[in-house]
């Protein structure tokens, strides 16, 4: 890890650990206040003042953590996050961790549910909104941050919930070059995170945990980024046959990468697998490149889709026109606009798996292929 010099004083953190929901015993989810302690352990052994360590928790009842903190709540956590954390000007560093329960909404915005959360009325804190707050002169300090998130991002539309996730606006503000985030997910679109209740500890969680106590001599300033996302990286792949490790997505060093065990792609299905591998290529997910990227395809294909904001339904809509021919242009054209190796390799497997397996159910029952 390459040390760099930081002013302790300097040095936040938000540190979010939920157990407990007032949904009930159901949500019940041993082990994100356990994993908080953990880290402001490590923060405050490392010089960080108490104050300086915002720690929301809601442990499970009759549960009482050894350090002080405040209610999980969403009025509390969005005071600090919109009014506290910003008022800090001269703050250097910024640690953001949130263990709990999520769902990806319908807009591809990862909502994360606070402690008050009920069956009627799912409070939430909007993870992509807060994420694009902090990049805004809305906050004029904390040029470093990492966030670091165990949740799950199953998609809200699966979960059959009766009523549409409430809405969590954030202050605009005028955007910012000066803000560096790197991000670490321990899941992807529709997918699960892993957690052990038996240790109480999310995996993902124990996993940072465990490379950042290995790395306390550089805390408590942000680990080397490029550094501590690569072994991230290689650790998740390491426990893919230990745990339920699906899916992780680090963003930061300037680029954006996805750790997914290969011992969990089987159990995908061939359609989902191939839309997973189109929207983890960054081109494909920017509205304008993704328009670009379908026009360059064969107007049979191109001139038939209607574009819309949600990446994954304009990559649904995409498959499911597709021959072999225009699948294998599809690879070439988007791995054309993106560098990534393993996601290109993923790529053409899942569209060669997704056409084969689809056309061959088609004549099977007497069906024309795409």
């Keep these: 890890m390459k040390a760099r010099p930081v002013d302790p004083s300097r040095v936040h953190a938000l540190i979010v650990g939920i157990d407990s929901y007032a949904a009930g015993g159901t949500w019940d989810l041993p082990g994100p206040a356990h994993d908080a302690v953990r880290l402001y352990h490590l923060l405050h052994g490392a010089g960080v003042p108490a104050a ?8 499970l009842p009759g549960e009482t953590p050894p350090v002080p903190y405040r209610p999980a ?31 990806l909404d319908r807009d591809d915005h990862v909502r994360l549910f606070t402690m008050d959360a009920t069956v009627r009325d799912k409070r939430n804190i909007d993870l992509d909104a807060a994420m694009k707050h902090y990049r805004t002169d809305a906050v004029p300090g904390f040029h470093r941050q990492l966030w670091a998130i165990d949740a799950c991002e199953t998609f809200e539309e699966e979960l059959a919930f009766a009523r549409r996730l409430p809405t969590d606006a954030f202050p605009d503000g005028r955007r910012l070059l000066a803000h560096q985030q790197a991000e670490l997910r321990a899941a992807g679109p529709g997918r699960l995170a892993a957690n052990d209740p038996a240790r109480r500890t999310g995996v993902f969680s124990e996993l940072l945990l465990t490379l950042l106590g290995q790395r306390a ?154």
């Design 52 to 59: 300086n360590l915002r720690v929301h928790l809601a442990p």
């Design 73 to 103: 709540d969403h009025e509390t956590l969005r005071a600090a996050l919109v009014e506290e954390l910003p008022a800090v000007t001269d703050g250097q560093d910024l640690w953001v961790w949130w263990g709990g329960h999520g769902v």
């Design 217 to 370: 001599d550089g805390l408590p300033g942000l680990p080397d980024e490029e550094e501590f996302c690569a072994a991230a990286r290689a650790q998740v792949r390491a426990v893919a046959g230990e745990h339920p490790l699906s899916y992780v997505r680090i963003r930061g060093a300037g680029r954006e990468d996805v750790a997914a065990p290969r011992a969990t792609v089987a159990g995908k299905g061939l359609l989902r697998r191939a839309v997973d591998a189109l929207v983890d290529c960054p081109a494909f997910r920017d509205p304008v490149q993704r328009r670009a990227l379908i026009d360059a395809l064969p107007d049979r294909v191109a001139g038939r889709l209607r574009y819309g904001d949600n990446a994954r339904i304009d990559a649904m809509n995409l498959l499911n026109g597709l021959d072999e021919d225009t699948a294998a242009e599809l690879h070439e054209i988007v791995t054309g606009a993106d560098d990534d190796p393993a996601r290109a390799t993923e790529l053409k497997a899942a569209l060669t798996e997704f056409v084969h397996d689809r056309d061959s159910r088609k004549r099977r029952r007497g069906l024309p292929p795409a």
